[in-house]
């Protein structure tokens, strides 16, 4: 048994007595006397009820099972599979569970049996973007990788895809999941809120500075420039860059790649050969119409996927230009539709299978209670070089 002391105790417990006052946390200051893993640590427990909750020195409280897993710094599924399941459970991570429960006075066995009932197995992978879809090519990708890492293991898949995050929230909600892949257009406080119902939390194809969650995105400054470096080498001079409305951290990757590309090779580096547009066939025709009317007009276009791609070809042939004499043009996704295009179009691979599939590890990870997760985990990029450029 650990030798510990309460250095300070302030309760304060929401309860349905009128005589308690009316916070609802228990505030203990641990102080370990041996040498152990534990040192000086703050803990604040949250507790629903309990109508004994006066505190004072050494005084016996009963805090939840969550307060297992905050002691420990592991999720509560983690808690769950350290006496459920201990060997899917690293060892470390086990023994800061365990020594969490003996802190707290738990019965180990109580544990297990609170946890069990819990336990579902299962993960869910959202996507929270209009217009998206199972059916888009790229998100398919990404599914059958995760598709193909959970059937490898004991989880059961959830897919949800909806336009608004209540839609999306309420899913993982109904289907009481352990954790979740979140693709689309993801914000901190969809993260947040899922983070305070102790779910795990993987991003995909995203990433937002200054949250501590582990994502799985392709290398989009390293795709950037490569189907620059390959239009530069063909002798382009102005090259122009239709810039989709995707995820800031895309978008941003993105910019970078161009202007410090272009700069890099004595090109103009300015943002006026940037334009942002939807991601679809027309709109990416229209930027593109506007970016062709201009005096310099430029003799080759990025597009932001092979649909704006497709939308900067269909320009060109409205415009009686030629690809890619007259305009070169590449994409980024390396779609189906590559093959489809006459030219057929040159575009970046982005490997979304893997993505899938390590999104999934990820957060297998996490579930585990594994502490050393990558936080970025990035997916090489590799350019097919077809007639369009």
Known sequence: MLELFYACVKCTLNTKNPL??????????LIQENTGSFTTKKLLFSYEKYENAYAKRGVTVNPTIYDVSRLSGVSIATVSRAFSNPERVREDTRRKVFEAAEVLHYSPNAIARAM??????????????????????????????????????????VISTAADWDTASNTSKNKQVEGVILGGN????????LQNRDLAVVLVNNRIQGLDIPCVVSDEYGGVRQALEHLIGRGHRNIAMLAGRFS????????????????AHGLPADTRHIKLCDPTVESAAEACLELLSRQDRPTAIFGGNDVMAAGAMKAALRLGLRVPEDLAVTGLDDS??????????????????????????????????????????????????????
């Open 20 to 29: 308690l006052p009316p916070q609802k946390s228990v505030k203990v200051d």
């Open 116 to 157: 069990a009932r819990q336990r579902t197995d299962k993960i869910a992978f959202l996507i929270c973007k209009e217009g998206a879809t199972i059916l888009d090519e790229f998100y398919a990708g990404i599914c059958t990788g995760i598709m193909r890492e959970t059937n490898r293991s004991d989880f059961e898949l």
């Open 186 to 193: 993801a914000r901190p406080d969809m993260i947040a809120e």
């Open 248 to 263: 800031p951290y895309i978008l941003g990757e993105r910019y970078r790649a161009f202007l410090e590309v272009t700069q």
């Open 336 to 389: 189906s539709a590559c093959g489809m295009l006459e030219p057929e179009l040159t575009s970046v691979h982005i490997d979304c299978r893997r993505m899938g599939e390590l999104s999934v590890a990820r957060l297998q990870a996490l579930l585990a209670g594994e502490t050393d997760v990558p936080q970025v985990t990035v997916v090489p990029t590799e350019l097919r070089v077809r007639g369009s450029s």
